[in-house]
């Protein structure tokens, strides 16, 4: 409640009386009066009166000033509210794509084009940008100055990145980049140019325009490495063979900030897929062969337009001359075989193919730079990038091959890499490196066979079985190649080579051990409920049996011999499967045992036990046919015959996979010793 001037002085006048609070005697005993006071005092009295009423006048004005300020804060917090009202509204139309509104509120406000809407710094353009909004994004540019859009924000982020970061909108970088080219050369707090960031997002149309609008003085030092890391990363092959058919010496530039990594070693981590068309299955392979690609090397522009579907015409001529006639004649080629993404695997094997010309003709010169491109050949190895390897390994000397090769077999032996380490088998001085890699601790190449490999290695291989057969493959394959007189070898802590396989692998086996047993187990019981089944099915006769003969009523139908074939291979495949699942549970589990003995046992069984599942099938559609094909229930034929294939459905999908696993362990080549010299 306030109070109003009068009182103010009322209450100060009494407040300030100036009697109050000086010192009277106590009144005489007796009752008697006190004694007047004497001039001096009365003189004191006055002047403390005068001071009680300047001190009164101050009160009243400090009181004064106190209510302006008071009146001042009262504003500024009305007016900083509204200014925060307005711009959260502007932020939440802008997100909503609504330019009318956002008309409205830039109208009301003149200051809200260039004002910072929203943490960490940023206007209606970065917000518009973030968000992906073209509409507002063509409007505000017509609105804004030029040189507004080199304007970052707190981060360092220029609309342009912004929308490079966000969304990949390949029409608001065109925008942008029309209003002021210069925004694409400005790069963020951590170095990284938009048309970097687009491709580190996987925004590779935006990427590409961009790559076309950035000026190439731009791309000098990490500026220019990171952007080759990330088009390695996108598969974006043909910009990085651009850039570096103008910048060579990219290559050698590390693009961390320790300094540690080039391009190189993003090259050599490359996906092995990419990499080679080796594991294409046989018709695609076929297709691939005869498709025509020029070599990537002329390439002198990069095209950035979105590329549209071929026509017909367009497939036809990827075919090479006097091939593929029969494609040339299928309609919708593209849609029948996928010529367009075996075309484009082919393109990007080219361009890798390139790529490793580039890394042999600057291999020397970064090894003698200091760049460790033995590092490089190791983590190619480590990644099974054998062409990596061989094609950098034929450009280096040859004292410096022998000087690190044998690291680079060392990794491929820790990762089961096996088409890197199938090198060593064409490597002229073999001998002298099965006898030479060691390290502190005495280990030989064996020992290193012999530990366990990484977790995310063996996680590849089906069920545990299977990844101790692995390992076991593995330890016997350089066994091999060991002399027999390094076998023995103890290392530091006295293991020989196979004692170490036994310590390290112990956990995997008993892990192997129990799988195998669980999956014996649950097969034979469907084994054994099989054989039941048929068993009594052998002696149940569909239809009877003729009284005076004996011969079954359906014996000179074909169907019937169906079903008695049937019968009898159903009786003994499970019969069969269920005496190799109890010879997988009866069995002395050593180390051996689960390099052949146990899955050739889990291969019949199952096969066996699929076998059993067919016929059963087949016997039961067929007594199902002799049953109702004269009655008037023959229409339900067809939909039993379609319910009675979804049993064999369910277990193809179920078992195969681990029937299919488990042959190609056992007797896939692993290793290839046909290999040719090198390097």
């Not at 690609?293 to 071929?310: G, L, M, Y």
């Not at 995997?508 to 799988?515: A, I, R, S, V």
Request: glycine fraction near 6%; include cysteine; hydrophobic fraction near 40%.
């Amino acid at each position: 409640m306030s109070t109003s001037r009068g009182d103010l002085e009322q209450y100060s006048l009494i407040d300030l009386d100036p009697l109050e609070g000086l010192h009277r005697p106590p009144p005489c005993q007796g009752g008697t009066a006190a004694r007047p006071k004497s001039g001096e005092q009365l003189g004191e009295i006055e002047q403390s009166s005068e001071s009680a009423n300047q001190e009164s006048g101050e009160i009243e004005q400090s009181s004064e000033s106190s209510h302006e300020e008071s009146g001042e804060i009262e504003q500024s917090s009305e007016s900083s509210h509204e200014e925060s009202g307005w711009k959260e509204d502007l932020c939440r139309v802008i997100c909503a794509n609504s330019w009318s509104d956002t008309k409205a509120i830039l109208d009301q406000h003149p200051n809200a084009l260039t004002a910072v809407i929203l943490n960490p710094g940023r206007t209606a353009i970065h917000v518009a940008a973030q968000f992906g909004n073209i509409t507002i994004v063509k409007e505000l540019l017509q609105l804004l100055p030029r040189e507004f859009l080199l304007t970052v924000d707190s981060y360092g982020l220029t609309a342009l990145a912004l929308a490079c970061w966000y969304n990949g909108n390949t029409q608001i970088a065109k925008c942008l980049v029309n209003k002021n080219s210069d925004i694409v050369s400005i790069p963020t707090k951590d170095d990284f140019l938009p048309v970097t960031r687009a491709f580190e997002n996987d925004f590779k149309e935006m990427g590409r325009y961009l790559y076309s609008a950035t000026p190439l003085e731009c791309f000098t030092g990490r500026l220019g490495s990171q952007l080759l890391r990330y088009c390695f990363q996108a598969q974006c092959f043909d910009i990085a063979l651009n850039l570096l058919q103008q910048r060579e010496g990219l290559l050698l530039v590390p693009y961390d900030i320790e300094g540690k990594y080039t391009p190189i070693h993003e090259i050599a981590t490359l996906n092995t897929v990419i990499l080679s068309p080796s594991k294409l299955i046989f018709w695609k392979r076929w297709i691939y062969d005869y498709i025509n690609i020029p070599s990537t090397t002329a390439i002198n522009h990069v095209s950035v337009d979105i590329q549209q579907e071929r026509s017909q015409g367009d497939q036809a001529k990827l075919i090479e001359p006097g091939h593929g006639l029969l494609l040339r004649f299928i309609p919708s080629v593209d849609n029948f075989v996928g010529v367009k993404k075996i075309q484009e695997l082919k393109l990007l094997h080219i361009q890798v193919d390139d790529l490793l010309l580039l890394v042999c003709k600057n291999a020397g010169k970064a090894f003698n730079e200091g760049t460790a491109i033995e590092e490089a050949l190791q983590l190619a190895a480590k990644e099974g990038n054998v062409e990596f390897v061989v094609q950098v390994t034929k450009v280096i000397p040859d004292i410096l091959v022998r000087r690190f090769i044998g690291f680079c077999f060392i990794e491929a032996l820790n990762y089961r890499q096996a088409r890197v380490f199938n090198l060593i088998h064409g490597l002229r001085f073999k001998n002298g490196l099965m006898t030479s890699v060691n390290d502190d601790d005495y280990n030989t190449l064996l020992h290193k066979a012999a530990m366990k490999a990484p977790d995310h290695v063996l996680n590849h291989i089906y069920g545990p079985t299977l990844q101790m057969q692995r390992e076991l493959q593995w330890f016997k394959e350089v066994e091999g190649l060991m002399p027999p007189s390094l076998r023995g070898v103890r290392d530091k802590n006295g293991l020989t080579p196979k004692e170490l396989f036994r310590e390290s692998h112990r956990e995997l086996m008993k892990e192997g051990e129990k799988w195998i047993k669980e999956t014996a187990s649950s097969c034979s019981v469907v084994g054994t409920l099989i054989v039941t089944i048929m068993f009594a099915a052998a002696f149940t006769i569909p239809g009877g049996n003729d009284q005076n003969l004996g011969y079954p009523l359906f014996i000179k139908q074909p169907f019937f011999m169906v079903f008695i074939f049937s019968t009898i291979i159903s009786f003994l495949s499970s019969s069969t499967s269920v005496l190799m699942f109890l010879a997988v549970l009866s069995s002395h589990y050593s180390e051996e045992k689960f390099l052949k003995s146990l899955p050739t046992k889990l291969i019949l069984g199952l096969s066996f036990l699929f076998m059993s599942i067919v016929s059963m099938i087949t016997a039961f559609i067929s007594a199902t046919y002799l049953m109702l094909h004269h009655t008037n229930y023959s229409w339900g034929l067809l939909p039993i015959m379609i319910l009675a294939s979804v049993p064999i459905f369910l277990f193809v999908v179920s078992q195969f996979p681990l029937l299919l696993h488990t042959y190609v362990s056992t007797y896939g080549d692993l290793f290839d010793k046909n290999v040719k010299p090198w390097p």
